[in-house]
């Protein structure tokens, strides 16, 4: 496997790396077991980390992975962000055109953060650096991962009009002239406001074929992931 995209950066206590998968695996809930078993493998491999995962449902809650052991094989958090300070876990967020964010801290502190329009308009990417301050982290950084465009995500118009209400920068049309929302524009928005640094990863999940995409290819569609893991 290939990352679509990956990126080390230098910490006070090792190295941490970003990276997104890319159509070529599916690590959603979806595929069958073995394919999923295969996917993470294939993660494993590439990061040297354990891969942990979450049960996402589009809240706003923050699992603080406090061992790389606690997961997957064990309980799987009910959560959209995940953090740790541990080196030796890979933390992934999945999707299929909500926006996968990865927040890497100077101090070692890294996190993966689903965000789709539930999850934007609710704040987890904000909450997810709240809580990686609280755990001592400074410096933090963020990958915005790719995602749904702002010319392809329609949405009615009385949507667009709730989630517009909290978080402005969403505010968008399609490139067919009806209502949309710029989840990516909006999580840049929010992490500008906590004071974080981003570097957008590009990509257009529903336009780009070697990506997923649920817009595109339905409920069929498999997830990539947003991956962040530390090497001591
Ligand atoms: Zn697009």
Avoid: K, N
């Amino acid at each position: 496997m290939t990352f679509f995209f990956s990126d080390t950066v230098p910490v006070t206590t090792g190295t941490v790396s970003v990276a997104f998968t890319d159509a070529s695996i599916d690590l959603g809930d979806l595929a069958a077991s073995a394919v999923r078993e295969a996917a993470l493998d294939e993660v494993a491999a590439a990061t040297g980390a354990t891969p942990y995962v979450m049960h996402q449902v589009h809240g706003t809650t923050v699992h603080v992975v406090e061992s790389p052991v606690d997961g997957p094989a064990g309980s799987v958090p009910d959560a959209d962000a995940l953090v740790t300070s541990e080196a030796g876990v890979a933390l992934l967020a999945r999707a299929a055109d909500c926006v996968p964010v990865l927040l890497v801290a100077e101090t070692g502190h890294v996190g993966a953060v689903h965000a789709g329009r539930e999850g934007v308009r609710r704040g987890v990417v904000p909450a997810a650096v709240e809580r990686l301050r609280e755990l001592g982290a400074t410096g933090v950084r963020a990958w915005v991962g790719p995602h749904i465009c702002g010319r392809c995500y329609e949405v009615p118009d009385e949507m667009r009009a709730e989630v517009v209400a909290v978080v402005p920068a969403t505010d968008a049309t399609t490139s067919w002239g009806t209502p949309a929302l710029d989840l990516g524009a909006g999580v840049l928005a929010q992490l500008a406001d906590a004071g974080v640094r981003a570097v957008e990863v590009g990509g257009c999940t529903r336009e780009d074929d070697t990506l997923h995409s649920h817009r595109r290819d339905g409920t069929a569609a498999g997830r990539l992931a947003g991956v962040v893991w530390r090497t001591p």
